[in-house]
């Protein structure tokens, strides 16, 4: 598989939204992380069943782009609890229902959001 590139990161104030994209290419499921192993927050699989955290239920969004191969988070209500560096992953085999980091093979290299107060 072709390996993940991120972009969208940045700084933001209290409320605010962000998008995450991240290329993505010959995966079966993937996901977003908060920190590399840290919470995971949601995932996707190529049905485009969803999986969210509890934690970013109704503030974020998981999307697939198959026309553009992309892997979309987008991210409102930002908090600066928020704060931290994102990571999109993905793995060739088919989502497990489980937001853990063991589970997934391929990762990108890191996307910073600092959510100011």
């Known amino acids: 598989p072709a390996p993940l590139v991120e972009s969208g990161g940045g700084s933001v104030p209290f409320g605010g939204s962000l998008r995450l994209s991240c290329k993505v290419s010959?995966?079966?499921?993937m996901a977003w992380f908060k920190e590399r192993q840290g919470t995971g927050l949601a995932s996707i699989d190529n049905?485009?069943?969803?999986r969210y955290a509890d934690a970013v239920k109704g503030r974020f969004t998981i999307t697939q782009d198959k026309s553009t191969g992309t892997l979309i988070l987008e991210m409102s209500g930002l908090k600066p609890e928020d704060t931290a560096t994102y990571y999109c992953?993905?793995?060739?085999?088919?989502?497990?229902?489980?937001?853990?980091?063991?589970?997934?093979?391929?990762w990108g290299q890191g996307t910073r959001v600092t959510v100011s107060a």
């Open positions: 049905d485009g069943i969803t």
């Open positions: 992953a993905a793995d060739i085999y088919p989502c497990t229902g489980y937001l853990q980091p063991v589970l997934y093979t391929y």
């Open positions: 010959g995966y079966q499921c």
